[in-house]
């Protein structure tokens, strides 16, 4: 367990240091079939060496002060038993689509991972209720991202590194998205089908293992 708080705590300062959550966000990692990790609730960058985050069960109630939004990573960890790490965060770009009722479209390599547009929740109210949570995760389906409107976005995958390298990924899918929008484009995409898209989404090369160390240099832990 141990060197599962450290990773939960690399990884919340990781979005913090990576430009992805301000005040808010939230990560985890699955602890066993039952439960999962949270980081502390409080702003991810200041989340200290040592500050123990709360193990959370995947089905009942959230342990007293964990926040109310951490029920979509119940949602989606009970949904996908593959799913072994879960990112919540409100990066700038993410967000501004996202108040458009908008998420990115697989225009450039980084967004090929969200192949062929990253689904997106339409209600803007905050995802504090089970219903809520659940509606969240069925509209994720089996994607690895969902955009939730005018609140940021969440990430999901088979390990933290890659959680939050699509965390990264979607922001920068975003920031693309806006900029050819701006520059009057808009019925262009990159990937055209899906072989391509998952020709291009490769985790080989290092991947995860080059943005997770790209965005924790550094860390205390």
Known sequence: MDALQVKVRKAARALARGGLVTAFGH???RVDDGHF???AAR???????GEPGTVVPVDGPLPPGVLGEVRMHQQIYSRRPEVQAVCRFMSPHVMALAAMGESPSARHGFSSYFYPKVPLWTDPALVRN?????GVAETMGAAPAVVVSGNGAV??????????SLAWFLEDAARVELAV??????AHV??????????????EGR???????????????
């Open 155 to 164: 990430t999901a995958a088979d390990s933290i590194e890659k959680a939050v």
């Open 181 to 186: 929008r701006s520059a009057g484009g808009s």
């Open 43 to 49: 702003p991810m960058g200041l989340i200290d060496a």
């Open 207 to 221: 991947i995860a293992e080059r943005i997770w160390e790209y965005l924790t240099a550094g860390d205390p832990e």
């Open 27 to 29: 990560c985890s990692m």
């Open 190 to 203: 990159t990937f055209k089908h899906a072989d391509q898209a998952r020709q291009r989404a490769t985790w």
């Open 130 to 134: 089970d219903d809520a949570a659940r």
């Open 37 to 39: 990790l949270v980081c």
